[in-house]
């Protein structure tokens, strides 16, 4: 195994751009008209209303090029998905009558940037797209046009394309769409025969006139049931580990292993599950292990893609939904088949109005005392192979143990993200390639990180044999399961920790004393509050512990308060408390949520 800080160290000669000139490439469609946004569209909208300079409003990626390719090439390709697709043609008006405007005409920039003198080729492919991509990611274009895409030309006469990468906008599409962009621009950009627009496709605005329809409209009412369901048991974090130091920096790992691609298409062939399915299986018997918990329910993105006229869409269709694999008691195949169906079950219904959801979710939190952060805990950006595709021959023992010589982990620093772990599958062919985000590494360490991944790794590979017992499944994971002391206790889902509590109500409910106790008069989570100005009744209590949540992600408020007029000598005694005037759960009856 490998370990290495940066991916871009074993280059084979340094890159270097310089800026030529910035090509505006006319695109001509065969229509100009409006309609409201699709439930994608207002998906992306609603996320990025709360989170407008996230790093992933923009998406980057390397876009193929043959060996031999001309600016020329990829300026008359940029011309055939503009006008093949309107999602590269539309803007949007975010106001109050949301809706999305197709231009008949308008202009993609393509930026030519050319290499340092030097021998440049096919085999410098990788360093240079790396190096474009960073280049995209660091320099936004203000504008945030549909598609933005950039080359690298050799600095010879010929001004050959070594590499080209692509920024796209998060409301026009998502990663499915870039992945049928990326097979088109190969196809477009080394065969000037196929340069037309082709048939009509299904559009955005197409898509948006379905949604509407009562079968639709439905279907969106019966995922939000769903998530209804899911919502009110999802636990605040999923990896909440005792005896940590917060106020860390974010870091990523990624795992790089043919030997895992190889046994996870040996697990896939045998249980006949997807081979995204195996890959969750054992994240989630690593995670259960680790934190002790019998159950991960998870946020996790479905891509949406399973109608036929979907297939080929170019636009924004994922969202998140929620999946419940329940691990305990389960040898490996059987928690594959299980992840399989419950993953199946939750993209089933991971199409809904995003605003429906939100208000739905404020009032699940009110409830629950809590905070949601719907980041997945896993994003599957590694496309199932098609139909008909077979899984070729399948690896030997001998060649299972030949390729975990050539396992890598790279560790680099990343942008702060939204959840103690992450993990991004991102390769599934020739090498799994797995990131693992760490939102904070005083909570997660990068060694643990390594460690996850590892364990993760060393399932695969003995699944890849046979099938796994849970004991075999605890002995190769290797890591000790979270230990808590008696100030932890699992309510609502939730690992609590009463010391974070207790510095909730500090923080919220100052200058009144407060104290919280596990249990008291038949109530969970009781929390004894001296009056004043600030919070006399439960209700005015509860409304200042969830607006002080932000600042204590890992907490859950108290489920019962008590209002006293006075504190006593030793607010620990809980016999010591004076008659209390108010009591209450501080959560108004909720109306119904109308569906």
């Given at each position: 195994m490998t370990v290495v800080a940066d991916p871009g160290q074993h280059r084979r000669q340094r890159v270097r751009l310089t800026p030529q000139r910035t090509i505006q490439v006319p695109v001509t469609g065969s229509r100009e008209a409006e309609g409201p946004l699709t439930l994608g569209q207002v998906n992306i909208a609603q996320w990025l209303s709360q989170v407008s300079d996230h790093f992933y409003s923009v998406l980057c990626v390397e876009l193929p090029v043959p060996a031999v390719a001309s600016v020329d090439d990829v300026v008359e390709t940029i011309a055939v998905l503009g006008a093949?697709?309107?999602?590269?043609?539309?803007?949007?008006?975010?106001?109050?009558?949301?809706?999305?405007?197709v231009a008949a005409s308008g202009t993609l920039p393509l930026e030519v940037c050319v290499l340092g003198q030097g021998r440049w080729g096919p085999r410098d492919r990788t360093s240079v797209a790396g190096t474009l991509l960073r280049l995209l990611r660091d320099n936004p274009d203000p504008d945030r046009p549909a598609m933005r895409v950039v080359v690298a030309v050799s600095p010879d006469e010929d001004g050959r394309v070594i590499a080209c990468a692509g920024a796209f906008s998060h409301m026009a599409v998502d990663h499915g769409a870039i992945e049928v962009l990326r097979r088109?621009?190969?196809?477009?950009?080394?065969?000037?025969s196929r340069r037309h627009v082709g048939t009509p496709r299904h559009q955005p605005l197409d898509q948006a006139r379905l949604e509407a329809t009562p079968a639709e409209r439905r279907r969106a009412r019966a995922a939000q049931v769903y998530l209804?369901?899911?919502?009110?048991?999802?636990?605040?974090?999923?990896?909440?580990?005792?005896?940590?130091?917060?106020?860390?920096?974010p870091l990523a790992v990624e795992l790089s292993s043919p030997a895992a691609a190889m046994a996870v298409r040996r697990v896939a062939t045998r249980t006949r599950a997807s081979r995204q399915s195996v890959v969750l299986a054992a994240i989630c018997a690593v995670l259960a292990h680790r934190t002790g918990d019998e159950e991960i329910v998870l946020p996790l993105m479905s891509g949406n893609r399973f109608d036929r006229h979907l297939l080929d869409y170019v636009g924004s269709l994922a969202q998140g939904t929620i999946a419940s694999v329940g691990v305990a008691g389960r040898d490996f195949d059987a928690l594959?088949?299980?992840?399989?169906?419950?993953?199946?079950?939750?993209?089933?219904?991971?199409?809904?109005?995003?605003a429906e959801r939100a208000r739905l979710d404020e009032r699940i939190a009110h409830e629950r005392g809590l905070l949601f952060r719907y980041e997945p805990l896993f994003n599957n950006l590694a496309p199932e192979p098609g139909p008909g595709t077979s899984p070729g021959a399948l690896p030997g023992t001998d060649e299972l143990r030949a390729a975990l010589a050539h396992t890598e982990?790279?560790?680099?620093?990343?942008?702060?993200?939204?959840?103690?772990?992450?993990?991004?599958?991102?390769?599934?062919?020739?090498?799994?390639?797995?990131?693992l985000w760490v939102e904070d590494d005083g909570v997660v360490p990068r060694q643990e990180a390594e460690s996850l991944l590892l364990a993760f790794e060393r399932v695969l590979v003995a699944a890849a044999h046979e099938d796994l017992t849970t004991a075999r499944m605890h002995d190769l994971i290797g890591l000790p399961t979270?230990?808590?002391?008696?100030?932890?206790?699992?309510?609502?889902?939730?690992?609590?920790?009463?010391?974070?509590?207790?510095?909730?109500?500090?923080?919220?409910?100052?200058?009144?004393?407060?104290?919280?106790?596990?249990?008291?008069?038949?109530?969970?989570?009781?929390?004894?509050?001296?009056?004043?100005?600030?919070?006399?009744?439960?209700?005015?209590?509860?409304?200042?512990?969830?607006?002080?949540?932000?600042?204590?992600?890992?907490?859950?408020?108290?489920?019962?308060?008590?209002?006293?007029?006075?504190?006593?000598?030793?607010?620990?005694?809980?016999?010591?408390?004076?008659?209390?005037?108010?009591?209450?759960?501080?959560?108004?009856?909720?109306?119904?949520?109308?569906?």
């Amino acid at each position: 195994m490998t370990v290495v800080a940066d991916p871009g160290q074993h280059r084979r000669q340094r890159v270097r751009l310089t800026p030529q000139r910035t090509i505006q490439v006319p695109v001509t469609g065969s229509r100009e008209a409006e309609g409201p946004l699709t439930l994608g569209q207002v998906n992306i909208a609603q996320w990025l209303s709360q989170v407008s300079d996230h790093f992933y409003s923009v998406l980057c990626v390397e876009l193929p090029v043959p060996a031999v390719a001309s600016v020329d090439d990829v300026v008359e390709t940029i011309a055939v998905l503009g006008a093949r697709h309107e999602a590269l043609r539309t803007s949007y008006d975010l106001g109050e009558e949301k809706r999305q405007l197709v231009a008949a005409s308008g202009t993609l920039p393509l930026e030519v940037c050319v290499l340092g003198q030097g021998r440049w080729g096919p085999r410098d492919r990788t360093s240079v797209a790396g190096t474009l991509l960073r280049l995209l990611r660091d320099n936004p274009d203000p504008d945030r046009p549909a598609m933005r895409v950039v080359v690298a030309v050799s600095p010879d006469e010929d001004g050959r394309v070594i590499a080209c990468a692509g920024a796209f906008s998060h409301m026009a599409v998502d990663h499915g769409a870039i992945e049928v962009l990326r097979r088109e621009f190969a196809e477009l950009v080394g065969d000037t025969s196929r340069r037309h627009v082709g048939t009509p496709r299904h559009q955005p605005l197409d898509q948006a006139r379905l949604e509407a329809t009562p079968a639709e409209r439905r279907r969106a009412r019966a995922a939000q049931v769903y998530l209804q369901r899911q919502t009110s048991k999802i636990p605040r974090l999923l990896y909440h580990m005792p005896d940590t130091s917060p106020g860390g920096d974010p870091l990523a790992v990624e795992l790089s292993s043919p030997a895992a691609a190889m046994a996870v298409r040996r697990v896939a062939t045998r249980t006949r599950a997807s081979r995204q399915s195996v890959v969750l299986a054992a994240i989630c018997a690593v995670l259960a292990h680790r934190t002790g918990d019998e159950e991960i329910v998870l946020p996790l993105m479905s891509g949406n893609r399973f109608d036929r006229h979907l297939l080929d869409y170019v636009g924004s269709l994922a969202q998140g939904t929620i999946a419940s694999v329940g691990v305990a008691g389960r040898d490996f195949d059987a928690l594959v088949a299980h992840t399989w169906t419950t993953v199946l079950e939750a993209s089933r219904h991971a199409r809904y109005d995003a605003a429906e959801r939100a208000r739905l979710d404020e009032r699940i939190a009110h409830e629950r005392g809590l905070l949601f952060r719907y980041e997945p805990l896993f994003n599957n950006l590694a496309p199932e192979p098609g139909p008909g595709t077979s899984p070729g021959a399948l690896p030997g023992t001998d060649e299972l143990r030949a390729a975990l010589a050539h396992t890598e982990l790279r560790w680099r620093p990343v942008q702060r993200n939204a959840k103690p772990v992450r993990f991004n599958l991102n390769q599934l062919d020739e090498r799994l390639v797995l990131d693992l985000w760490v939102e904070d590494d005083g909570v997660v360490p990068r060694q643990e990180a390594e460690s996850l991944l590892l364990a993760f790794e060393r399932v695969l590979v003995a699944a890849a044999h046979e099938d796994l017992t849970t004991a075999r499944m605890h002995d190769l994971i290797g890591l000790p399961t979270a230990e808590r002391s008696a100030n932890w206790l699992l309510l609502d889902s939730c690992r609590v920790d009463l010391r974070q509590v207790q510095a909730l109500l500090d923080d919220a409910l100052a200058p009144a004393v407060t104290r919280v106790f596990a249990e008291a008069n038949g109530h969970p989570l009781v929390a004894y509050v001296t009056i004043t100005d600030h919070a006399s009744t439960p209700e005015q209590a509860h409304a200042r512990c969830m607006a002080a949540l932000p600042d204590h992600p890992a907490v859950l408020t108290p489920r019962h308060y008590v209002l006293c007029p006075a504190a006593p000598t030793d607010p620990a005694d809980l016999a010591s408390w004076p008659a209390p005037r108010h009591t209450g759960t501080g959560r108004a009856p909720a109306p119904p949520v109308e569906l």
